[in-house]
């Protein structure tokens, strides 16, 4: 009888287990199916036989806030630009450190360079959040017929400008927006913020951006790199229209979406590269000012994100150890093929999240064994960063609190 019973206790955990393996294997596969199926910026150029001075002007609008490390390497990337014709305009959003003196520097330059216009930022209006108000005070010096507003922890290679306008342009596009390549330096930039991006896209999933039968709730945009039409940005009220929000690209996303306006995705990692952070202290800050905000946007399906997240990254883990202590304890077949199914699992998931960091962050596969303690970091970070609003703390960003 104890046999028996042992044998059933067994084969029920191998049940339990096959079934959460082909969970999470099924989860894997619709990941690795978006994955092929992004939209990755071409390298188409402009038609040869439309001249250079006959291309559409792009203004460029770069807000600036205590960017000393990051100011030449973004305009030195943007005056390589090729078969572009466009215009620079920097906002100097108050910052405190040397961002002013270099943003001199290259204004005073001989000769002084036509396409860079330096403008200081206007006074922060009550309930605003200060990228918006700079965004917005930056276009108002733009004369191009395309607005692209571009971070300045960004790195235009030379075919940005002329590869996103032909792509907007031949997919018929009112906005679109970018992902560059994401350099990670530190330990912490490369275990929390591929689980940060892979959260993110599962929230907000990249395919129904561009879907116009999709609900615009679904819609993303990262603001790192986001091009819209002159036109629609002001019909839209500009950065206005997200004025106080800190989730600004996400917002913005939802609310063309909404106006009937076509937003369009792409991957540029051979067009722009970005590096967002340089050590924990910076991922913490970061992330910790999307956590509510996220979690507005995304509504439900920012749980959801959490759960498939810790299914992918936590669960493969927890089997094999649980399985392999049910089978030291209780050496049967069934105890044995249920460790190897966990085995299988693990080994699955980890291929696909070595796949994720080599194509996407160029890193070592090895840094996929590290995920789940980048998981554990980010859930800190959502939860720390959430009890900061509850509490009424605010979040800091850029020397300015947020609540």
């Not at 520097?105 to 918006?132: F, I, M, Q, T």
């Not at 996220?294 to 959801?304: D, E, H, K």
Request: hydrophobic content about 50%; charged content about 20%.
């Amino acid at each position: 009888m104890e046999l028996t019973e042992l044998y059933s206790s067994t084969m029920t955990a191998l049940f339990a287990t096959v079934l959460i393996v082909l969970c999470i294997v099924i989860l894997l596969l619709r990941d690795t199916k978006w994955l092929q199926r992004m939209h990755r910026l071409g390298d188409a150029t402009r038609d040869d036989r439309t001249p250079l001075a006959e291309t559409p002007l792009v203004s460029v609008i770069v807000p600036m806030r205590n960017e000393q490390d990051n100011v030449a390497r973004c305009l030195d990337g943007l005056a390589a630009q090729t078969d572009a014709r466009y215009e620079v305009i920097v906002v100097d959003d108050g910052s405190t450190d040397a961002t002013p003196d270099i943003l001199a520097h290259y204004a005073a330059r001989d000769p002084a360079p036509e396409w860079l216009r330096v403008v200081s930022g206007r006074p922060l209006p009550a309930g605003w959040v200060g990228k918006c108000n700079a965004c917005l005070h930056g276009s108002e010096f733009a004369r191009g017929e395309w607005l692209l507003f571009l971070d300045a922890d960004t790195a235009p290679q030379p075919g940005l400008l002329r590869d996103m306008i032909a792509d907007a342009t031949a997919r018929n596009l009112d906005a679109l927006s970018l992902f560059p390549f994401n350099e990670l330096g530190s330990l912490a930039e490369r275990i929390i913020l591929p689980v940060f991006f892979q959260f993110a896209w599962t929230v907000f999933p990249l395919a129904q951006t561009g879907d116009p039968d999709a609900a615009p709730e679904r819609a993303l945009a990262n603001g790192q790199c986001f091009l819209f039409r002159a036109d629609v940005y002001r019909a839209m009220g500009g950065h206005g229209a997200v004025k106080d929000k800190v989730l600004e690209d996400v917002e913005f996303a939802h609310a063309l979406r909404r106006a009937g306006y076509r937003l369009g995705l792409a991957f540029g990692m051979e067009q722009l590269r970005a590096r967002m952070y340089h050590n924990f202290a910076e991922v913490a800050q970061g992330l910790a000012k999307h956590a509510w905000n996220g979690r507005q946007a995304g509504g439900w399906r920012s749980y959801w994100g959490i759960a498939r997240m810790m299914l992918t990254l936590f669960m493969p883990v927890v089997l094999v150890l649980v399985c392999a202590a049910s089978l030291i304890i209780e050496p049967t077949i069934p105890a044995l093929s249920a460790f190897a199914v966990a085995c299988a699992g693990f080994v699955t998931a980890k291929l696909f999240w070595r796949r994720i960091l080599r194509e996407l962050y160029a890193l070592p596969g090895a840094y996929a064994l590290l995920l789940p303690f980048g998981l554990a970091a980010y859930l800190f970070i959502i939860v720390r960063g959430t009890l900061a609003i509850l509490l009424n703390r605010g979040v800091t960003w850029k020397g300015r609190s947020y609540r």
